[in-house]
Each structure stands twice: as structure tokens, then as C-alpha cells.
């Protein structure tokens, strides 16, 4: 086996865009193979292009919500690199803010198919490779799990049941693989999409005085988050929800 396939290697969901590219980033520049998994195929040759300048990066298009391609976005991270070291699910969709009783039956399960069942899929076929590394999963959940707006219940039940899914997941698949949860809050990602897509952020000063942290989140913290779960230096944490929202679900709001 080559040095450059000995390297500890990931495969990030959702790697093209948003926080999954600056999580396939991060890793990047911490020394990982990285393998970006997306539906966008657009998106995948894009990033593939500018990740590659910083590591050994690859790229695949995967529907995570099939099967046969999560299998085969594994497979392909694996023969690219030797081993799977880290399993980041990131790729999920948003909601489109109908209310309940409009919501069709095929927009809900569209919805838990990808950021849910999406997760499970990706835990079985990765299993197998990561307790030969002893490696870790890490879900991408959302302040949606405990919170809410109206109408989003797809979205809500969705995120919410990826930090359930995270704490049997580390019950079960635990001493050999830990997984841990990210639950981001307000990330503005405009500027981590693709070319095409890419919005230059606008935030106001009572967007960023709303966090307890004094901004509105970037990619990269989220990242930074996933980096230390990723690590040795997390060898003792597993099943846990992370949240990272610069506390803005800590902050008691009451309209004046």
C-alpha cells in the first residue's frame, strides 16, 4: 500500500456545498484523504477542482436517500484510498415552510429519506470499513431537533431523529466506532456554495447581536467542531450532541 493510501481517510456527505465542503476542507488541510459525496454533480466537479489544490481529494455523486449509491460512494472512498478513518453525513434538504396540513406524504418521506434514513444508510456500509480503523461517524443534525418555527415538521422530525439515531448508533457500534452529532444553528453558508449559486453574505448588526457569541455562525466552525470529534483527541466522547449556535438557543427571547 502506498503512503498516499496509508493517510486516514473521510467520506463527507453533502461535501460540495455549504458546510460539508468546509468540513472536506478542514480535513483536507489537517493531513486527510477526503472523498466529497453529492448530489450535485455540478457542484461535485467544482469542488473536486478547488480541494484538489489543497489535498488528496475525490469526488462522487450520491443520492444518499439510495442505497445502491451510498454503497457505492463507500466503495469508491475505500478503493481511493485503502480504509475509512471518518464518515461525515452531512447531505440534507431544507424544508419549504407548508403547513402540516398541506404537507403531501411524498414531500415528508423526500424529506426523512435524506437527512434520516440517508444517515442509517451511510452507518451500514461504512461500518464495517471503520471498525477496521477504529474509526468515527459524525452526524450533521440541526437546532431544529430541539426547537421549531411553524411549519416544519418534516425538517424538525427529521433532525431529531438523527441525534436518536447518533446515541443507539454509538451504543451499538461502540467500543470500535464512536459517533457524535453536530447540531448547528444559524451557519451562513451563501458563500460556500457553488459558483453559480454563490451569494456574497449580508448580515446586519442585530443579525449577529441575536447570538450570545456576538456573530452569525461560518462553515468553519462547524468544521473546526467535526476536526476535534474526528481526532484522537475525542477518544473518550461518543453519542453526544454537539451544538454549535454561538448560543442563540440559550437566549431567552420575549417580543417588547
Known amino acids: 500500500m502506498s503512503d498516499e493510501k496509508a493517510a486516514r481517510a473521510a467520506l463527507v456527505t453533502g461535501g460540495a456545498q455549504g458546510i460539508g465542503r468546509a468540513v472536506a476542507e478542514r480535513f483536507l488541510r489537517d493531513g486527510m484523504a477526503v472523498l466529497i459525496a453529492d448530489a450535485d454533480a455540478e457542484a461535485c466537479d467544482e469542488a473536486k477542482a478547488v480541494l484538489s489544490q489543497i489535498g488528496n481529494a475525490a469526488a462522487v455523486v450520491c443520492d444518499v436517500s439510495n442505497e445502491d449509491d451510498v454503497r457505492q460512494a463507500v466503495a469508491t472512498a475505500v478503493d481511493a484510498f485503502g480504509r475509512l478513518d471518518a464518515l461525515v453525513c ?109 451569494i456574497d453574505p449580508e448580515l446586519t448588526a442585530a443579525d449577529h447581536a441575536q447570538h450570545p457569541a456576538g456573530r452569525v455562525g461560518d462553515p468553519r466552525d462547524v468544521a473546526a467542531l467535526a476536526a476535534f470529534l474526528a481526532s484522537s483527541e475525542a477518544g473518550f466522547v461518543t453519542g453526544q450532541n454537539f451544538i454549535a449556535d454561538g448560543g442563540m438557543t440559550r437566549k431567552m427571547i420575549y417580543a417588547e
Open 90 to 198: 452531512n447531505a440534507g434538504i431544507g424544508f419549504s415552510g407548508v403547513p402540516v396540513t398541506k404537507l403531501s406524504l411524498d414531500e415528508w418521506q423526500r424529506v426523512i429519506n435524506v437527512n434520516l434514513t440517508g444517515c442509517f444508510l451511510c452507518a451500514k456500509h461504512g461500518a464495517p470499513h471503520l471498525r477496521k480503523t477504529k474509526g468515527c461517524m459524525i452526524t450533521i443534525a440541526s437546532t431544529r431537533a430541539i426547537q421549531s418555527e411553524p411549519n416544519t415538521e418534516a425538517y424538525a422530525a427529521s433532525k431529531g431523529g438523527i441525534t436518536a439515531l447518533t446515541h443507539a448508533l454509538a451504543v451499538s457500534l461502540g467500543p470500535e466506532i464512536r459517533v457524535n452529532c453536530i447540531s448547528p444553528g444559524w451557519i451562513d453558508t451563501r458563500a460556500w456554495q457553488k459558483q453559480n449559486n454563490r
